[in-house]
């Protein structure tokens, strides 16, 4: 054989080209793991303080999606290609996207390793890794999915399965479950339960058909001023509520869910439906749940006034993988970011923090296909509103902000670092009255 310079120079430089994730830059002052709501609009805010090429974002997936729009796809409003962007298109100028899975952290060592063995090294580190959904929890999921009359809004892959169910609704059982653990959107299960019932009188098929809400939890709603409200409308439109009741199995070929009351465990009931809208029980992320970064239930560990780690003083958290005592939602990350994006740069400037994340969330509860009821609250459970009106009435004006609005806000406002704070609604408002 005969020694080509040439060739010995083709051939390095197609390693190279198949390789160029593991030679690229591999420490960086920033690094962000996820790239959903949290981990985008932090890479945005930390663009603008380290600089675009000190900042790493780790994220697998090339699509991203905009999830509380999913509640409104499964009932047909709107469809589910409108909810999804390309990862690209929403990540940060500049900043390092890393297409890998996060594999393992290690903030002894200040390290990270994704699942293609890469070792990335950081300064500080905000970690958006979002919660873990298992379908898998429940017996004859998710292979169930592959039958008819069976969906679930929480994912881009069974969402529609939810509105053809809906469609294909004759007679019979229309039921809409809540699982036993934490869940992101907690009032998404029986959103749909109101489409769904608003869908079914709109056909006229209402008459024929039993709306059945089960959910595990205690009381309909954590809030009491808006559970009120609930009541109100569950026993107005005569929707069965049926409380601590857990999905525990799917027989999805006979068209069956089985239930278990959880006030006297063993104790299961069979329930046959014509339509069934499953909330999968949901968890901590693996990876931080394996690391020293958990607190003893899997979670992110987080000083929930600051969103600093409780151990580690340059690691940081935000959205649904944290143990921050308020319900898991997208207006919740709004009101995070700012927080957290000021606690970061006192702590560059090696000053105390001074601002204080007081637990606000929000969730708008649609009620049919044009009110809403927009339920705001803190820590305490205690309203936190930001009209001058009660929100715990089902309004027209909410939906239009749900539905339209708060996309448009998202996808050009919030994923660009450019809203957000405590109370995210409130500065809405005040940039309508200027």
Not at 232 to 257: C, F, G, M, P, S
Not at 315 to 320: K, P
Not at 384 to 408: G, S
Request: aromatic share 10%.
């Amino acid at each position: 054989l005969v020694f080509s310079p040439f060739l010995f120079f083709y051939y390095i430089l197609n390693r190279f080209n198949q390789n160029n994730h593991v030679c690229a830059k591999q420490h960086y002052k920033m690094l962000v793991l996820g790239g959903g709501s949290g981990g985008i609009t932090m890479s945005a805010r930390m663009k603008r303080i380290f600089g675009a090429e000190n900042v790493a974002v780790v994220e697998p997936s090339e699509m991203h999606y905009y999830q509380p729009i999913w509640t409104l796809v499964g009932a047909g409003a709107k469809t589910a290609a409108s909810s999804g962007r390309p990862t690209a298109s929403v990540m940060p100028s500049g900043v390092q996207w890393v297409k890998s899975k996060v594999q393992e952290i290690n903030p002894d060592t200040n390290t990270v390793r994704t699942d293609d063995g890469t070792e990335i090294s950081y300064e500080y580190l905000i970690v958006a890794l979002g919660i873990q959904l298992h379908y898998e929890k429940i017996k004859g999921l998710p292979e169930g999915f592959g039958h008819p009359k069976i969906g679930s809004n929480y994912s881009i892959q069974t969402v529609e399965k939810t509105w053809k169910a809906l469609q294909d609704f004759k007679e019979g059982n229309a039921i809409f479950t809540f699982p036993n653990t934490p869940v992101k959107c907690a009032g998404a299960p029986q959103k749909i339960m109101y489409l769904s019932d608003a869908f079914l009188r709109k056909t006229g098929k209402r008459a024929k058909a039993n709306v059945i809400y089960n959910t595990s939890l205690p009381v309909l709603f954590g809030i009491k001023k808006y559970a009120d409200s609930l009541w109100e409308i569950v026993k107005h439109r005569d929707l069965q509520v049926n409380l601590r009741q857990n999905l525990i199995e799917v027989r999805a070929d006979k068209q069956e869910a089985v239930f278990e009351n959880l006030d006297n465990p063993g104790e299961t009931k069979v329930f046959e439906y014509e339509m069934l809208h499953v909330t999968p029980p949901m968890g901590p992320n693996l990876v931080i749940k394996a690391s020293p970064l958990a607190d003893e239930a899997g979670w992110l560990d987080l000083k929930k006034e600051t969103l600093q780690h409780t151990k580690y003083p340059n690691v940081f958290g935000i959205g649904d993988c944290t143990n921050l005592p308020t319900a898991r939602t997208a207006a919740a990350v709004a009101a995070q970011s700012a927080v957290l994006n000021r606690t970061i740069s006192k702590i560059l400037k090696k000053e105390k923090p001074d601002k204080t994340y007081d637990g606000y969330t929000s969730c708008p509860l649609v009620t049919s296909y044009n009110t809403v009821i927009l339920a705001e609250f803190d820590y305490n459970g205690q309203p936190l509103e930001t009209f001058p009106i009660n929100q715990a009435k089902e309004r027209r004006l909410m939906y239009h902000l749900k539905a339209d609005v708060m996309p448009h806000l998202y996808w050009h406002g919030l994923l660009r670092g450019l809203w957000g704070g405590p109370g995210p609604y409130r500065k809405l408002l005040h940039l309508g009255m200027k």
